[in-house]
């Protein structure tokens, strides 16, 4: 599994912000200090204004770049965000190309991109990375692309992005309501499966399996994996009950597609994301998900108490309910 990470992602943040340095970093502590799953390490690609104007308006571009004002509750400025979001942007398009090669690959950076419309940076998002990398494999001659986003809230930015698209799709299984209140129903190319608060895991299971049924049916030359782990019983934003096999399981759904496959991180917010995300990875490689990870309540390294969330912050992150 290839992991494209870089350092200066961690180097932002806004005190009691649930999207913080501390997944980037102890996920990627917990990935060099384990064995099972065998990793080569890279950087983001370089990104021009073309990839990213595929997916974006000028106007939002150039308002990230100049304009340092918050763009609602969730999403905050901060400097230098807008090389931040087109780093994350540089992630996915090295995954994507790693994908096209035929290797296996996750970007680990923030910040996410899901939320991100055309002209709109909203829900901890500021770019759409996953749907910046399907916009640039079209544009590199891939003929048929798909995304599959697990995060719990439904990838309202990518669906504006890739609604209408030739030879793009777009499935989503997400909680609904939850923010941000779309997704509840298909949109031309774009196949929505919401799924109630407190869904029980076999039941979501029916879900996304169903879900990826259609993916297959599209018969993508290339799928795009927004991979939030916000679905997890134990993350303070959702209502979902996924444990940690439950993402081991949608990595071996992925894998049993024999599609290519790169995927995204976007939301995840418990201090379980780590193991989270290693469980998913091994379930790409078809690879068994060690006792060690699933029985280990406590991550290796203690929560970080600086950037950990508490009740009194996290209020404002809940979201409004639809
Ligand atoms: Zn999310």
């Not at 039941?203 to 799928?223: N, S």
Request: proline share 7%; glycine share 8%.
């Amino acid at each position: 599994m290839k992991i494209i990470t870089d350092k200066r992602c961690t180097q932002y943040a806004h005190p009691g912000h649930p999207e913080r340095p501390a997944r980037v970093a102890r996920t990627v502590e917990r990935l060099r200090n384990q064995k099972t799953l065998p990793i080569t390490w890279a950087e983001p690609s370089p990104v021009d204004e073309t990839a990213i104007l595929r997916a974006h308006t000028p106007s939002l571009l150039r308002r990230l770049r100049e304009e340092h004002v918050d763009f609602d509750m969730y999403t905050p400025t901060y400097p230098d965000i807008a090389e931040h979001a087109q780093r994350s942007i540089g992630g996915a398009l090295k995954a994507m190309h790693s994908a096209v090669q035929g290797e296996r690959a996750f970007s680990l950076l923030r910040p996410p991109g899901h939320h991100a419309t055309r002209n709109r940076a909203m829900g901890f998002c500021y770019l759409n990375n996953v749907a910046s990398a399907v916009l640039a494999a079209r544009a590199e001659g891939v003929g048929r692309v798909a995304v599959f986003d697990f995060d719990v809230h439904h990838g309202n930015g990518t669906e504006d992005i890739l609604v209408g698209q030739s030879g793009c799709a777009f499935f989503s299984i997400h909680q609904w309501p939850a923010y941000p209140g779309t997704g509840r129903e298909h949109r031309d190319n774009c196949f929505n499966y919401p799924v109630a608060p407190c869904t029980p895991p076999d039941k979501y299971r029916e879900v996304a399996d169903e879900a990826i049924g259609q993916l297959r049916a599209f018969r993508p030359d290339l799928v795009g994996v927004s991979a939030g782990f916000d679905c997890y019983v134990g993350d303070p934003l959702c209502q979902q009950r996924l444990e940690i096999e439950d993402f081991h399981w949608i990595g071996s759904k992925l894998r049993e597609t024999g599609l290519r496959v790169f995927s995204v991180l976007e939301g995840g917010y418990s201090d379980d994301l780590p193991r989270l995300v290693i469980s998913y990875l091994l379930g790409l490689e078809g690879l068994e998900l060690t006792k060690e990870l699933k029985h280990d309540d406590k991550s290796e390294s203690p929560p970080d108490d600086s950037s950990s969330v508490s009740d009194a912050h996290m209020e404002p992150f809940w979201g409004p309910s639809f």
